[in-house]
């Protein structure tokens, strides 16, 4: 079934760690995206990409960075990550279409920096 | 950059009545507005969107109105029941900023039964 699917679901590291979240998508997807989403309050785009080789940073700044060399997967890294990392992480892909498109969000990745 | 503002953040209703939630844009050539709605420790998910070149869409309980002039944009969600308790999200996009997805700061809906 055509899915987005982001793993791990849960992550609880220490501070200084490296770590990188996975995202992929099955549904050929040319843009997708990364946002960070504290409990019930607001989607912030920290990550953009429009397809392969191409990426950009969102309205909110972040220290992560991201990749994107296949059209199915966007991986989130963080180099050293601290307790202000804390947070949801939200990926999504929506087809390429003129203005803008439905996109389709993963079950997110809830990480804890102790 | 598109900016996009949401209101209320809350918002309590009781079963049957009425709910709608409003959003404003800045950037005029935003084209597509989509709303989203997100339960308790799920992903988000679409339940209607509009684009520029309709005025309103109406889909079963749940209507968009958009008023490109003013630059803002409503859900209407009529006859609520407690299955519509959930967060709300409107979103803009613009074909000139590559259909990049900016959201509102949300909605918290409470229906009491």
């Known amino acids: 079934e055509a899915d987005i699917y982001q793993t791990p679901r849960y992550l609880v590291i220490g501070t200084g760690k490296k770590i990188t979240l996975e995202c992929s998508q099955t549904?050929?997807?040319?843009?997708m995206y990364w946002y960070q989403q504290d409990p019930g309050m607001e989607l912030h785009l920290i990550h953009y990409?429009?397809?392969?080789?191409?990426?950009e940073k969102g309205d909110l700044s972040s220290e992560s960075t991201v990749s994107r060399i296949r059209t199915e997967h966007f991986p989130l890294t963080l180099e050293s990550a601290r307790p202000s990392h804390t947070s949801q992480y939200l990926c999504?892909?929506?087809?390429?279409?003129?203005?803008?498109?439905?996109?389709?969000f993963g079950q997110g990745t809830r990480l804890t920096v102790v | 950059g598109e900016n996009v503002e949401q209101h209320p953040s809350t918002l309590s209703v009781q079963e049957g009545d009425s709910a709608v939630i409003k959003c404003t844009y800045s950037?005029?050539?935003?084209?597509?507005f989509p709303w989203y709605k997100q339960e308790l420790g799920k992903r988000p998910q679409l339940i209607i969107d509009?684009?520029?070149?309709?005025g309103e869409k109406k889909d079963q309980r749940i209507a968009v109105t958009l008023n490109k002039t003013a630059k803002h944009f409503s859900l209407h969600i009529t006859e609520t029941q407690p299955e519509d308790s959930a967060v709300y999200f409107c979103?803009?996009?613009?074909?000139?900023?590559?259909?990049?997805?900016?959201f509102g700061q949300g909605t918290e809906l409470s229906v009491k039964p």
């Open positions: 509009i684009r520029s070149n309709v």
């Open positions: 950037d005029s050539a935003s084209n597509y």
């Open positions: 979103a803009a996009s613009s074909y000139n900023q590559g259909g990049k997805l900016i």
């Open positions: 990409s429009y397809g392969v080789n191409s990426t």
């Open positions: 999504a892909s929506s087809d390429p279409g003129k203005g803008g498109t439905e996109a389709f």
């Open positions: 549904m050929g997807h040319d843009k």
